[in-house]
């Protein structure tokens, strides 16, 4: 068995690219596609599919990557073991965040202390950044209203508030205090898809309280709710994290129970202890 030949494979099935592959051996993209052919043509199976946008695991792909990402994932551990004494001159890490906001502020701080560290950041909603964590294609996480499970080691970063997104000209835009959840009853609203986790927090929150905004618009980004605000089309909600400054906007608290989402940074438990891994978790501001 050809290690080169798995490697090549194992580093395709993780970027789901020839190209990225390729930058991720520090080898040609030519030496990549020769690798896995080789691989393909001895044992007489195939591995991946091309397409027009990306290449694509077949069934017997995806079961031999599983293995190679835990084969070399281990290779890797024993690396950073071996080099724990070192300093934090040079590597890479993979970081994926459910929204910008919070991680930003971590990765400055991160390039200001080890500014040979290269990063690989991956944005997605919140089902997508645990997807990518427990698959181990991030290193490390953060996360929103994560629920513990074995094998997932959470550490606790931040809270947040959901808050009203209303005109500047609005009469609740002056109510710095906040509003009341149940002035919301009826009112024309304009929300994220029901999947969101500002959402779902809003949600749940009004249904414990027994009220019911009449939700005109869904939207797919944070940043249509606001140009669908801006447009007096609804108010909207919005986590006090993700408050833009935007002068045709104002954000204003929601007074109510179940109005408050937990922020953490996550890991898989077996790679807490590694070097890197630490530096990003003691990176959390002290609550």
Known sequence: MNLFQLRAFDAVAREGSFTRAAARLFISQPAVTGHIKALEEHYQITLLRRTARRVELTEEGTKLAAITRAMFGLAEEAQVMLEANRQLLTGR????????????????????????????????????????????????????????????????????RICALVPEGHPWAQKTKGVQLKDLDQVIMVLREPSSITRRTFDEACAQAKVQPRVLLELDSREAVTEAVAAELGVGVVSSVEVSHDPRVAAVPIIGEGLVNRHMIGCMERRRDLRLIQAFFGLAPER
């Open 93 to 160: 890490l993979e970081v994926a965040a459910d929204g910008p906001h919070m991680v930003m502020p971590m990765l400055a701080s991160l390039r200001a202390r080890y500014p040979g560290i290269t990063v690989n950041l991956r944005l997605g909603n919140a089902q997508e950044t645990l997807a990518a964590l427990l698959s181990e294609h991030a290193d490390v996480a953060v996360l929103t209203e994560v629920e513990p499970r074995k094998g997932l080691h959470l550490q606790a970063l931040s809270e947040s």
